[in-house]
């Protein structure tokens, strides 16, 4: 039972940051991989960033760069430092986490191979 919960979104002009955070609560310690999901309105879900147990990281070659995933596990908490923001990047981004690590390491942003999903927080860029 892992719950996780978004926060830190909100709207920014082009060439800004944002920084999201993961709270992850429950039985946290089986958690091997989270990763960054988002949807960008007309679009299907698609992977940003992942990490594994081991801190190794797993980007989109789209947002490798400007994107950086880190953790606090003093604070069960994931991140991701948003730097350089294009109107594109605009959507609802997603927290996921899964007990395995298939997928963090090799075909991360496949959405089924992920157990635990926040709702969403919604990022905005715009002049």
């Known amino acids: 039972q892992v719950q996780l919960m978004e926060s830190g979104g909100g709207s920014v002009q082009p060439g800004g940051s944002l920084r999201l955070s993961c709270a992850a609560a429950?039985?946290?310690?089986?958690?091997?991989?989270m990763a960054w999901f988002r949807q960008i309105p007309g679009k299907e879900r698609e992977g940003v960033a992942s990490?594994?147990?081991?801190?190794?990281?797993t980007y989109a070659d789209s947002e490798k760069g400007r994107f950086t995933i880190s953790r606090d596990n003093a604070k069960n908490t994931l991140y991701l430092q948003m730097n350089n923001l294009k109107p594109e990047d605009t959507g609802t981004y997603f927290c996921?986490?899964?007990?395995?690590?298939?997928?963090?390491?090799?075909?991360?942003?496949?959405?089924?191979?992920?157990?635990?999903w926040g709702q969403g927080i919604q990022v905005t860029v715009s002049a």
């Open positions: 990490m594994d147990s081991n801190g190794d990281t």
């Open positions: 429950g039985f946290t310690s089986s958690v091997s991989c």
């Open positions: 996921a986490a899964d007990e395995a690590t298939t997928y963090c390491d090799g075909g991360f942003d496949t959405i089924g191979g992920y157990a635990y």
